[in-house]
């Protein structure tokens, strides 16, 4: 049932916290790892002096996302538990959307995602990805929380 475990990650600390996490879960239940890492290429850097070459900046934030993910299967090959990883774009809807999405094309059996944890105002300003996996997975979802953000 949990032996394909779907681990978001974008090279945060607290991404980092989800993925060590679940990283001891496929461990002890022989599952499997799928790392996703969304980029968003409707992001545009505007400074004062114009705008950038759209699709210079698309390719970079392309290249530093594979970057992520590379950086986090050497972590679980290191562990020795079976990982690939995927690079998805967001184009339109929003990153649980994504998220979900995967999972489910995927056949996961869970999802585990690091969470900032915030509350409140900053909560509802900032909004929260993981918040909105929680509450449209049709499979567990486990939430690590980074320590630091206490």
Do not use: C
Not at 100 to 111: Q, R, V
Not at 114 to 138: F, K, N, P
Request: charged share 25%; net charge neutral.
């Amino acid at each position: 049932m949990y032996d394909r475990i779907l681990v978001p990650v974008d090279g945060s600390d607290t991404s980092n916290h989800g993925l060590r996490e679940a990283l001891r879960l496929a461990k002890r239940l022989g599952a499997q790892l799928r790392l996703l890492h969304v980029v968003d290429p409707q992001l545009v850097y505007i400074d004062f002096g114009g705008m950038v070459n759209v699709s210079d900046y698309v390719e970079s934030i392309r290249k530093a996302g594979r970057e992520v993910l590379a950086e986090a299967v050497k972590i679980a090959e290191a562990e020795g538990v079976p990982t690939d990883a995927e690079l998805r774009e967001k184009n339109g809807g929003t990153v649980a959307d994504l998220v979900l999405a995967e999972a489910k094309k995927w056949e996961a059996g869970m999802i585990v995602m690091g969470t900032h944890g915030r509350r409140g105002i900053r909560h509802l300003v900032l909004g929260s990805d993981a918040m909105g996996v929680v509450r449209e997975a049709a499979i567990p979802v486990v939430l690590i929380r980074d320590p630091a953000a206490r």
